[in-house]
């Protein structure tokens, strides 16, 4: 639009800090509020009496009432090219990789098939009100290209990276040590930093990595300051003894990457359900992260994840939707699988700390919440206006609740895509569930 300035008026939520350390002091709440965006950032949110009177005249103002407003939704751990192989049956991580993944992303070295799931899984994670993934692509970089385009195209954060994987994979998904390193560093200097897209460097996991290609990823690692690195760790049990066979020399599964640089600041490794306290130690003091993804968790009969033991160490926890192994788009279902998830190991997930987890939480460990994550000025404006009335089933048990805390927790229950009437990024319309 050609003015500088837009508003958007209803119930905002967003959190300053992490409510598991500061309660409801963490959680700001504005029951009829305004929010300001300049140029695509947020310039001011506030109590609509005492913003609308301040709003230069003509002001486009975008009127919300009747719906919650939080920032953008941040997924910490996907797979784009598995997106058509979500809700495939009966296996565990190992042969569910075998059978249906790695058919799946050797599709990737067609670009005509990447640009076409990357259109599509980027419409879906902003339709489901995720304005931020890092996100695995495949080991084709062209496949890198297609991803970056499509999230390039709606303005999206995006960070991304090509699989390195240069043995125990199928001979048409497999580089080398030397070939992956040069097109990940080709590909940092085409995209990292590039509008609101980074890089990731992505080993997929110690299993299908050679030593060497893990020393490579490593050093790229220490050679980009900025660039990220993702990868997969202690999901499944078989997998975890596979590691200990393949490293012998190796402490733990965790220290395998620990070896090869790979631990730190923008490291980010999925799942990390068969670990101890000695590898969550070396994950809190690197300041690495960690991508709690319940629903693949669950749906590949992996584990539960142990957030309280995270929590009490100080680690940076972000949550993951972990597609194709996850079972949905929907942060709000992830949300919900992550409250079971914690119900089975005798811990709770408050509502507040849920959103918090999927918004400012996840910012924090990507470092990315001087950027985003919730509305404080000059923070990016992504959002997602959330309808409590959706379904006639969210409308009627909306209807009983009485405190903020109850109808987020019903949101996050009962909610997903259909709960999503709109989604903003830098400001602007960018999802719009159709009337
Ligand atoms: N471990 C290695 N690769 C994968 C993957 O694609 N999905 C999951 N869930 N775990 C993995
Ligand atoms: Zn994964």
Request: with cysteine.
């Amino acid at each position: 639009s050609p003015h500088p300035l837009r508003a958007v008026r209803g119930e905002f939520v967003h959190f300053l800090a992490d409510p598991a350390a500061y309660g409801d002091n963490a959680l700001e709440h504005f029951v009829d509020g305004v929010l300001v965006v300049r140029d695509g950032h947020v310039a001011e949110l506030g109590p609509a009496a005492a913003v609308l009177t301040k709003l230069p005249a003509g002001t486009p103002l975008t009127d919300y009432r009747g719906k919650l407003i939080l920032p953008g939704f941040i997924d910490t751990h996907i797979h784009y090219a598995q997106t058509d192989i979500i809700a495939s049956h009966g296996e565990q991580l190992l042969t569910w990789l075998e059978k249906y993944t790695f058919p799946a992303e050797a599709r990737f070295a067609d670009p005509a098939h990447a640009a076409e799931v990357a259109a599509f899984f980027c419409d879906e994670l902003l339709k489901n009100g995720t304005t931020t993934a890092l996100a695995f692509a495949t080991v084709h970089p062209a496949s890198v290209d297609a991803l970056f385009t499509a999230a390039q195209r709606r303005r999206m954060r995006l960070i991304a990276g090509k699989v390195l994987m240069d043995r125990h994979c199928p001979d048409f998904l497999r580089d080398t040590a030397a070939r992956g390193a040069a097109e990940s560093k080709a590909l940092i200097e085409r995209w990292h930093g590039r509008d609101r897209l980074l890089y990731a460097l992505t080993p997929r996991f110690a299993p299908t990595s050679t030593p060497e290609q893990m020393r490579l990823a490593g050093r790229l690692f220490a050679e980009h300051p900025g660039v990220y690195l993702q990868s997969h760790v202690a999901e499944n049990r078989a997998e975890a003894d596979w590691v200990a066979r393949l490293y012998p020399e190796a402490r733990s599964y965790l220290g395998v990457y620990d070896r090869f640089g790979q631990l730190g600041a923008r490291a980010v490794f999925a799942h990390c359900l068969w670990l101890d306290d000695a590898d969550r130690r070396r994950i809190a003091d690197t300041g690495t992260a960690i991508s709690f993804c319940p629903t693949a968790n669950l749906f590949l009969g992996s584990g539960l994840f142990d957030l309280g033991r995270a929590r009490a160490l100080g680690i940076r926890v972000g949550l993951g939707t972990d597609i194709g192994a996850g079972t949905s788009f929907s942060m709000l279902q992830t949300l919900s699988e992550a409250y079971k998830v914690l119900q089975l190991s005798g811990q709770t997930l408050s509502a507040a700390s849920a959103f918090h987890l999927a918004t400012l939480g996840g910012a924090h460990s990507l470092y990315l919440d001087g950027r985003i994550g919730n509305f404080l000025p000059g923070k990016e404006a992504d959002f997602v206006v959330l309808d409590p009335r959706a379904t006639p089933l969210l409308a009627r048990r909306s209807a009983g609740c009485t405190t903020l805390g109850e109808r987020l927790f019903v949101l996050m229950m009962l909610g997903d895509d259909r709960a999503v009437a709109a989604t903003h990024v830098l400001g602007e319309v960018t999802w719009q569930r159709p009337e």
